[in-house]
């Protein structure tokens, strides 16, 4: 959104403002403002101009919608339908892309860890930022740690009890079993001593149908009815935004939202098993399993939750 189209959104919302005094305030013709208004209009804002201009309603969902109230400073690119989101926002990196927010209503061609299949149908909130961090490549989990935290406070905030299953799988813990509400992807590029890029993609489940989700998953929508996606997804990225200031406020929260901790788990590592109790995680988002003959940190891998014996 431009400057001038989030001054007149501003300008108008909770109060009337006529052409005359919108176009002296802004410094342009009345007949930008118009032209401004129109294509406002065409997003899906409703403007009422019939005292003066005023916002009635901000749309659901959509680029500028996402953009107009973010208190981040991410510029958004929306799809109603698209193949990936991680896909394109590694296209827009490549390019030279910084703070960029690739958003979808729906996926055709999403994928999980491990090539894994990932569902993704409209309703959902499919989004990749594209970060520059100033960080060495061996920090780059932190990132996903926070993309895992700063969806889970989301949901909290909306009602749902997620709770955050090593490393970022976002889970609802249910009486059938812990439910998959948010996966994240994250993909990266750099060199030996900083990152060039790094985009964690996050695919939330939120106002999709049970029908349409596949076996072990939740959505939003199945947990607590649905949500307003443009202010959900607000306060994904503002929360992003400020964890990614503070590395130490990461951990803590991650171990405040842990579902592993405590939990006996097995870990497949690239070269071997570990199982245990989870016991804590270090810095940049290490799993320590206690196996009861020693500690063993585990950098990367895929974790299961066992029952209890």
Known sequence: MNDTRRAVLEAIDGQAISGADLAERLDITRAAIWKHVEALRKEGFVIDSEDGYRLESIPEFGASAVEYGLDAPYEVEYHDTIGSTNDRAREAASEGAQNLVVLADEQTGSRGRLDREWSAPSGGIWVSPVLR??????????????????TTTAAREAGVDAQIKWPNDVLVPTADGDKKLVGILTEMEGEADRVSWIVPGIGINANIDSDELPEGATSLR??????????FTQRVLETLDELLTDEDAILEQWREYALTLGQRVRVETSDDVVEGEAVDIERP???????????????????????PA
């Open 133 to 150: 961090p100033d960080i060495p490549p061996a920090h780059a989990p932190l990132v996903t740690l926070a993309a895992a935290v700063a």
């Open 222 to 231: 199945e947990q607590v009815g649905d949500v307003h996606r443009r202010v």
């Open 285 to 307: 988002g290490t799993l320590l399993v206690d196996t009861g003959s020693e500690t063993v940190r585990v950098h990367a891998g895929d974790c299961e939750h066992l029952r």
